[in-house]
């Protein structure tokens, strides 16, 4: 799978490698998290 923007990364020096969001410090372990414990997500706007 080839995607042109990639959304989720993965570097050494940011969250100690975790993969995160793009351009924050929001780790995907997080979003999971979230969603398992029941939350939902809402688009904005």
Same mark, same amino acid.
């Given at each position: 799978? !080839?995607?042109? !923007?990639n959304f989720i990364v993965s570097a050494p020096n940011i969250?100690? %490698?975790k993969p995160v969001?793009? %351009?924050t410090r929001i780790t995907v372990e997080l979003i999971l998290e979230k969603?398992?414990?029941g939350e939902k997500i809402e688009p904005k706007g």
């Open positions: 799978m !080839n995607l042109q !923007n969250m100690m %490698g969001i793009s %351009g969603l398992a414990d």
